[in-house]
T-cell receptor
Framework: QLQLQESGPGLVKPSETLSLTCTVS??????????WGWIRQPPGKGLEWIGS???????FYNPSLKSRVTISVDTSKNHFSLNLRSVTAADTAVYYC????????????WGQGTTVAVAS | NFMLTQPHSVSESPGKTVTISCAGS????????VQWYQQRPGSAPTTVIY?????PSGVPDRFSGSIDSSSNSASLVISGLKTEDEADYYC???????????FGTGTKVTVL
């Protein structure tokens, strides 16, 4: 059974870089049928897509975050990562990683999420 | 930019049926697939419908999805409501014009 697990610091200082990793277990990240994505949810608010990556490194980003986001993949470690630069309090959220079905451009398997607070 | 609008909340009694709408702001909602996600309090989202009307394995057939091109909207129907269905539900689609995944505003379902 495929599982995704987010990991990374729970607290980041303003203006610094938020870095998270999503480790995929129970299946390979190398697949022509799936992308791998990051989604976030600020406290009490809805879901926001951050970006997605294909196993070959092709990326797609939310236009509103594109200037600050980099998503990368390491197929040898079966994980993918998120870097969000120049964070502010508005980036405080629960961050989820998920598998994206390429055929329908939607998520089918989600990680449990990790809370990241931006504060000094 | 393409947006998806949902009712803020719906409520109904156990055993009854609720319908959650997801209205597209422009273009044709039928141009890309719609997914629906359930998020129980304090938990990660799970997928209940993908590809407009497909159910992942393990999702009961009480959940069904549809698209109505005439109203440019999608719908999630939950029949035979159970207390465990109490959650937030989000629709999601894709904006081909800017390669953006778009989530709906979310609907809180309360089972009275």
């Amino acid at each position: 059974q495929l599982q995704l697990q987010e990991s990374g610091p729970g607290l980041v200082k303003p203006s610094e870089t938020l870095s998270l990793t999503c480790t995929v277990s129970g299946g390979s990240i190398i697949s022509s049928s799936f992308y791998w994505g990051w989604i976030r949810q600020p406290p009490g608010k809805g879901l926001e897509w951050i970006g997605s990556i294909y196993y070959d490194g092709s990326t797609f980003y939310n236009p509103s975050l594109k200037s600050r986001v980099t998503i990368s993949v390491d197929t040898s470690k079966n994980h993918f990562s998120l870097n969000l630069r120049s964070v502010t309090a508005a980036d405080t959220a629960v961050y989820y990683c998920a598998r994206v079905m390429a055929a329908v451009v939607g998520m089918d398997v989600w990680g449990q999420g990790t809370t990241v607070a931006v504060a000094s | 930019n393409f947006m998806l609008t949902q009712p803020h909340s719906v409520s109904e009694s156990p055993g009854k049926t609720v319908t959650i709408s997801c209205a597209g702001s422009s273009g044709s909602i039928a141009s890309n697939y719609v997914q629906w996600y359930q998020q129980r309090p304090g938990s990660a989202p799970t997928t209940v419908i993908y590809g407009n009307y497909e159910r992942p394995s393990g999702v009961p057939d009480r959940f069904s999805g549809s698209i109505d091109s005439s109203s440019n909207s999608a719908s999630l129907v939950i029949s035979g409501l159970k207390t465990e269905d109490e959650a937030d539900y989000y629709c999601q689609s894709y904006d081909s014009s800017n390669h953006n995944y778009v989530f709906g505003t979310g609907t809180k379902v309360t089972v009275l």
